[in-house]
């Protein structure tokens, strides 16, 4: 089996049943919106999920694939899960699936040292890709507790402002004339 024809001849449902496999993780009725709502504008998130995903594919069936186009591709779809209601796990669970659909839809053909080698292929690029996905989502949830940090402080200032407890000193610029 050449499995370069393959891919190249069932890349658009393979993409497909990848994008689905993500689309899954999300509440029935956000499954719905996302498969039904095709305008971008209306749909960003089901939007995103499909480009991403159409990159990562691209570098995941690689023989050796490019980190950097990886993490471009990773960057969008990983910051969108790291706001939602997802646990770190879930949120980058979905690189994994990739791993199962190749084994699903290659099983028959286990045999062949060829796509023994590229099975071996792709789920070394998953590991690296969970690494690259975990380091994306860590910076995502750093800057938002930092963002809820800095929130809290200025609440916190506002308040002790408005109970007279501190003032704020204006900022004052003498200029030219002070000297």
């Known amino acids: 089996m050449d499995i370069q024809k393959y891919l190249t001849d069932n890349r658009q449902k393979l993409v497909e049943k990848w994008i689905a496999s993500v689309v899954a993780t999300y509440p029935a009725d956000s499954v719905k919106f996302f498969k039904n709502t095709k305008d971008p504008f209306a749909n960003p998130v089901g939007s995103t999920i499909k480009r991403s995903m159409g990159l990562l594919f691209a570098q995941v069936i690689k023989e050796k694939m490019d980190p950097a186009a990886v993490n471009e591709a990773m960057d969008p779809i990983v910051r969108l899960r790291a706001v939602q209601e997802f646990t770190p796990s879930r949120a980058i669970s979905f690189i994994f699936t990739i791993k199962h659909l190749f084994r699903k839809e290659l099983g028959k053909q286990l045999p062949d040292k060829s796509i ?15 690494l690259i996905a975990l380091d994306i989502y860590g910076k995502c949830r750093e800057k938002i507790y930092l963002l809820r940090i800095n929130q809290a402080k200025e609440s916190l200032k506002k308040l002790l402002i408005k109970k007279d407890l501190i003032c704020e000193i204006p900022d004052f610029d003498p200029g030219p004339q002070a000297l």
């Open 116 to 130: 023994a080698r590229f099975l071996e292929d792709v789920e070394s690029n998953v590991d690296e890709m969970i």
